[in-house]
């Protein structure tokens, strides 16, 4: 959202079933791929140290995806199967979808259930990518905490042999 914001460039779905999900992907991986490049090209490439570097040049990358995640519209475009317009609706919460050109099979106001369906489960991916970015920080703090006591216990103890 903020490199929309950045390039004041609204995201317009081109509610065709053929572009749907091309074009919602590059919104993904595009900025994801060059954020995870750009925070590498920051860091510099010490090859001893590979890892750590990998994990924190995800993190932007990771951070973009999550907002797009919890944007929601950029997921249900990509599964959005119809053709149809990109409009605003008017509703309790304004929200932007594929309304459809004509009724096929399915109703509009099925087809809009189905989008705002596909919102909460784009809402839902990111929450449980949160989820897994905390489990993973804490799992790495705890790591790095113990290695330190580590350290601190091994240093005393030689102290402590030095002085006997």
Same mark, same amino acid.
Request: proline share 3%.
């Given at each position: 959202m903020g490199l929309e914001k950045l390039v004041e460039? @609204? =995201?317009?779905? #081109?509610? $065709? #079933?053929?572009?749907?999900?091309l074009f919602?992907? %590059?919104?993904f991986i595009i900025p994801a791929i060059m954020a995870f490049i750009l925070? *590498?090209?920051i860091q510099g490439c010490r090859w001893d140290e590979w890892f750590k570097k990998t994990v924190s040049s995800s993190v932007p990358a990771i951070v973009w995806l999550i907002s797009l995640f919890l944007d929601g519209?950029? =997921? /249900?475009? %990509?599964?959005?199967?119809? @053709?149809?317009?990109?409009?605003?609706?008017?509703? %309790? /919460?304004p929200q932007k979808w594929c309304k459809p050109i004509s009724e096929g099979n399915f109703t509009t106001q099925e087809l809009m259930l189905r989008s705002q369906?596909?919102?909460?489960?784009?809402q839902v991916i990111a929450i449980l990518l949160?989820? =897994?970015?905390?489990?993973? *920080?804490?799992?790495?703090?705890?790591? $790095?905490?113990?290695? @330190?006591?580590?350290q601190t216990?091994?240093?005393r103890e030689m102290q402590l042999s030095e002085v006997s």
């Open positions: 460039l @609204e =995201f317009q779905c #081109p509610c $065709n #079933p053929k572009w749907n999900g919602s992907s %590059a919104f925070m *590498l090209i519209q950029y =997921f /249900a475009c %990509a599964m959005t199967d119809w @053709e149809g317009r990109f409009v605003l609706v008017d509703k %309790a /919460a369906e596909w919102i909460f489960k784009s949160l989820i =897994f970015i905390c489990m993973g *920080l804490t799992v790495y703090l705890i790591r $790095n905490s113990c290695q @330190e006591k580590k216990d091994s240093t």
